[in-house]
């Protein structure tokens, strides 16, 4: 069995690392570029971001830029989230692997993983929102944990448990409001979540909830 996470404010703290390549492009390009917004809505792909910023003829031009510098600038900032090496290693002694799929591309993503320390069974990057559904399915995900709507999106293209942490820009709140299943304020408490839950109790489909937010959590 598979447990899948998203990456960025799921289990990695990227927002230092992302903020500083987004002000070396702002200084770079003279462009104006909000820091303290784009780290407050970290989530959607990287080019969808930069069409806040830049023209869309430019947008190629300045993934290729984002993508030289995160390495040196990004990949040293960033740090684990609370709780994130204990949830990764409550679901190895559960028995089960652990998947991370994430927006962000799969070589930094990689690299992240590697530089936190965090030993996954599978990574694929490159996907957004319902997109990662089709990953999750394949592999036999039960549960996707993500701190996004879109991560709500992707567990529910895959008829998975939806797991949301309030840790990135949505409270509690609100991602149960875009019809997570359960939500806990940081993965500090996923073991015991995980030790609690009914792996062959899945979640029912928004059509036969009547697309009305649970709390499902056991």
């Given at each position: 069995?598979?447990?899948?996470?998203?990456?960025?404010?799921?289990?990695?703290?990227?927002?230092?690392?992302?903020?500083?390549?987004?002000?070396?492009?702002?200084?770079?390009?003279?462009?104006?570029?909000?820091?303290?917004?784009?780290?407050?809505?970290?989530?959607?792909?990287l080019?969808?971001?930069?069409?806040?910023?830049?023209?869309?003829?430019?947008?190629?031009?300045?993934?290729?830029?984002?993508?030289?510098?995160?390495?040196?600038?990004?990949?040293?900032?960033?740090?684990?989230?609370?709780?994130?090496?204990?949830?990764?290693a409550?679901?190895?002694?559960?028995?089960?692997?652990?998947?991370?799929?994430?927006?962000?591309?799969?070589?930094?993503?990689?690299?992240?993983?590697?530089?936190?320390?965090?030993?996954?069974?599978?990574?694929?990057?490159?996907?957004?929102?319902?997109?990662?559904?089709?990953?999750?399915?394949?592999?036999?995900?039960?549960?996707?944990?993500?701190?996004?709507?879109?991560?709500?999106?992707?567990?529910?293209?895959?008829?998975?448990?939806?797991?949301?942490?309030?840790?990135?820009?949505?409270?509690?709140?609100?991602?149960l409001?875009?019809?997570?299943?359960?939500?806990?304020?940081?993965?500090?408490?996923?073991?015991?979540?995980?030790?609690?839950?009914?792996?062959?109790?899945?979640?029912?489909?928004?059509?036969e909830?009547?697309?009305?937010?649970?709390?499902?959590?056991?």
């Amino acid at each position: 069995m598979m447990v899948g996470f998203d990456l960025d404010l799921t289990l990695a703290d990227t927002r230092r690392g992302i903020g500083a390549v987004y002000a070396a492009l702002a200084a770079e390009t003279g462009a104006f570029i909000d820091v303290p917004l784009v780290v407050g809505r970290l989530g959607p792909p990287l080019e969808m971001e930069l069409a806040n910023w830049f023209p869309e003829p430019h947008i190629p031009e300045m993934v290729l830029r984002f993508r030289a510098l995160y390495p040196e600038l990004a990949i040293p900032a960033t740090l684990l989230m609370s709780g994130a090496a204990e949830a990764v290693a409550a679901v190895r002694a559960a028995g089960e692997r652990v998947m991370v799929v994430t927006a962000k591309n799969e070589p930094h993503a990689r690299a992240t993983l590697a530089f936190l320390g965090l030993d996954v069974d599978l990574l694929v990057g490159g996907l957004w929102a319902a997109g990662k559904g089709a990953a999750l399915r394949e592999h036999g995900a039960h549960t996707y944990v993500g701190d996004h709507p879109g991560d709500i999106a992707a567990a529910r293209a895959a008829d998975a448990f939806s797991l949301a942490v309030a840790t990135g820009g949505f409270t509690a709140s609100d991602l149960l409001g875009h019809g997570a299943d359960h939500v806990l304020d940081d993965l500090t408490s996923f073991p015991q979540w995980l030790d609690a839950f009914d792996r062959t109790c899945q979640p029912r489909s928004p059509r036969e909830r009547g697309d009305r937010p649970r709390d499902e959590g056991r």
